[in-house]
């Protein structure tokens, strides 16, 4: 079967997204955020990473690149406005819950970035928070083709 599959159109990239593909990314926004943070040249983010909350019981995170101390957080808005999200709590009882968890993820020492669906569709945005923050990126080089050579017309 795998001799098939590997002969077969698209192996190559869809062994790719195979190989890329995590459980651990909670809505199509983190995973977007995924690709273009990989896409950019940044080190790949750990995901979900746990947290002890000072108040009791635990975080997580959704990027996370502890080497550089550095926390991403992908928050559309509807975290913050829809009843399945808010779960009986008023927006602005979330909005400081948020807050606070923040407070504690950077009393740890964490520089916390956050972005949304606008940075995701304006890509240089995401690249220049994660940048500004201090996130280290190898900067992606294009490739030309060679010159031909030989007598012009």
């Given at each position: 079967m795998s001799a098939i599959f590997a002969q077969s159109?698209?192996?190559a990239r869809a062994t790719r997204a195979v190989q890329?593909?995590?459980?651990r990314a909670v809505n199509p926004g983190e995973s977007l955020s995924r690709i273009l943070v990989l896409e950019s040249g940044f080190p790949s983010p750990e995901l979900q990473t746990e947290h002890?909350?000072?108040?009791g019981g635990k975080y997580f995170t959704d990027f996370e690149w502890p080497r550089h101390r550095i926390v991403g957080e992908f928050d559309g808005r509807g975290k913050y406005l829809k009843d399945e999200f808010l779960q009986g709590r008023a927006p602005g009882d979330v909005v400081y819950a948020e807050k606070r968890r923040e407070d504690h993820l950077r009393a740890e020492g964490n520089t916390v970035v956050r972005w949304g669906w606008h940075e995701l569709h304006h890509p240089g945005l995401?690249?220049?928070?994660?940048g500004s923050a201090g996130l280290p990126f190898r900067s992606r080089e294009l490739t030309l083709p060679p010159r031909e050579t030989g007598a012009s017309s």
């Open positions: 159109r698209g192996a890329f593909a995590n459980g002890a909350n000072p108040d995401l690249v220049a928070l994660l």
